[in-house]
């Protein structure tokens, strides 16, 4: 599976969007784009997932570049509940083994009043 | 829905004893389920992919005779952790991959070794 690099750490004031950056530039053709979050203590949480096309549901927004080298998960207005760290990963679906998600380190956000 | 739970949330133990783990997939059903631990301020760490009815297939560096795990059903696989020591005591969390090949996690399960 195609490696991925995120910002260790980012701030964002509450009530605004949240933008997090990924790439994912030796992502192949068949791989898709997860995004995770994981609050303190807590199992990671799915937020959406996509392969080309921009996604949106009622958490968040992904935005893929043409070239799927990078996106960019958008949390429309953050609140302070939003303070997690967030995994971009990329995997091949399906198989008996795969699907398998390796998480790197994340991108801790932090919501500020 | 896809809720995926842990039993039990946390657990002490005293060393050398056997830990059963169990998760389950509550509102679907799932033929792959995973296990991974967190250590403390790291990322979770794959340990092993569990298909149902047959054996788990175990990550580089996990030892499977000491990470028992059994998936007998499509709702319900187990990590036993045997001979447990101070070095296990850790954030073990599973996950269980719909149909739709999306994985919900559990809320995890905290071990302590004493």
């Known amino acids: 599976d195609a490696k991925t690099t995120q910002p260790p750490s980012m701030d964002c004031a509450e009530g605004r969007a949240a933008n997090l950056p990924c790439n994912h530039s030796?992502?192949?053709?068949?791989?898709?784009v997860y995004w995770y979050r994981q609050i303190h203590s807590q199992g990671p949480q799915y937020i959406i997932h996509?392969?080309?096309n921009n996604e949106t549901n009622e958490m968040a927004s992904l935005i893929i570049t043409e070239d799927r080298k990078s996106s960019t998960l958008i949390l429309p207005h953050a609140t302070l509940r939003d303070t997690a760290v967030y995994y971009c990963?990329?995997?091949?679906?399906?198989?008996?083994?795969?699907?398998?998600?390796?998480f790197g380190q994340g991108t801790e956000l932090s919501v500020k009043p | 829905g896809a809720v995926v739970s842990q039993h039990p949330s946390r657990v002490i133990c005293k060393s050398g004893t056997s830990v059963k783990i169990e998760c389950r997939s509550l509102?679907?059903?799932?033929?792959?389920m995973f296990w991974y631990r967190q250590f403390p301020k790291q990322s979770l760490m794959l340990m092993a992919t569990?298909?149902?009815?047959?054996?788990?297939?175990?990550e580089q560096g996990v030892e499977k005779d000491k990470f028992l795990i059994n998936h007998a059903s499509l709702t319900l696989s187990t990590l036993t952790v045997t001979s447990a020591h101070p070095e296990d005591s850790s954030f073990y969390i599973c996950?269980?991959?719909?149909?739709?090949?999306?994985?919900?996690f559990g809320p995890g399960t905290r071990l302590l070794v004493l």
């Open positions: 996950s269980a991959k719909s149909l739709q090949e999306t994985q919900y």
């Open positions: 030796t992502i192949s053709g068949n791989e898709y």
């Open positions: 996509g392969l080309k």
């Open positions: 990963i990329v995997r091949v679906a399906g198989g008996n083994q795969g699907g398998k998600l390796i």
């Open positions: 509102d679907f059903q799932a033929t792959t």
């Open positions: 569990s298909n149902e009815g047959s054996k788990a297939t175990y």
